[in-house]
């Protein structure tokens, strides 16, 4: 009897305990989860009162990247058929049989688990809550949704921009309208990002039977649409913290000179529609995050 691609990597022979661990380690994503810890670092600053909780800091960041890490690997549990049958995702811990499927659950789940633990009594049940939406957005909605629409890229945001507002709320266990904007920056910028990596990978994507926007828009013109449109939203969203007063003018000038890059290659990605521009687009993205953030807390008020 024939074996599927993930089957054939459960059967793969044991590991060495180094690249056990080394499996482990890229079944929790740590870049993702490292720039997600410095948004939320960064809202755990900007919403902090004087002086600084640094315990209360150490035990938010804490948790929040223990849920980062167990939604990573929850996330790749879930995937792990569709994994197999994308050239770019063949070679991770579950479809390449480093670590078995209930191992990956159980550790996923420990690792949120304790997140949630480290929230609610070591930081703040809202913050616990928030945490709590995070997984069952992430994992429970986006993830299945990923092979049955294109909504799924709105639904994944939602949890995708919580790491900043949980920031804030560890610090200042409420939701103002500063803790928001920070959430709506968030939120819009995973747009024109994620598209710019659904459309590179477009052909993989049909190929497992992901439904990311690229796919089904064949001549890349509502894609084109929604990266200009969010590239453009980004922009005015990103100055909130300068009007609201939780920010001066180093932060302005940077989220100005970030933005508009952000929005340039929105631009030309929209006209030009090919994988060089998709490309330029990525990189502009990811260096858009640390600019901003680290702008925020350098000149935050």
Known sequence: MSMSVAEIGEAAEPLSLRDRLNAYVVLTKPRIAFMLVLTAAA?????????????????????????????????????????SLMERTAKRPLPAGKVSSIEAFIFGSALTLSAELVFFFLVNPL??????????????????LKTRSTICTAVGAVPGAMPPLMGWTSAANEISLGAWALFALLFLWQFPHFLAIAWLYREQYERAGIKMLPVVDRSGVITARQILLFGFLTLPVSLAPFFFGHAGFIYLGAALFAGIWFLVESFRMSRAKNDKA????????????????GALVINSR
């Open 43 to 83: 809202g755990y600053y900007v919403g902090s009162g004087s002086p600084i909780d640094y315990a209360l800091f150490g035990w938010s960041m804490t948790g929040i990247m223990l849920l980062a890490l167990g939604v990573a690997t929850l996330n790749q549990w879930f995937e792990r058929a569709t994994d």
């Open 127 to 144: 913050t616990a809550l928030l945490g709590l939406v995070v997984i069952v957005g992430y994992v429970l909605m986006y993830t299945p």
């Open 278 to 293: 998709a490309r330029r687009l990525l990189l502009v993205s990811v260096l858009y995050l640390p600019i901003v953030f």
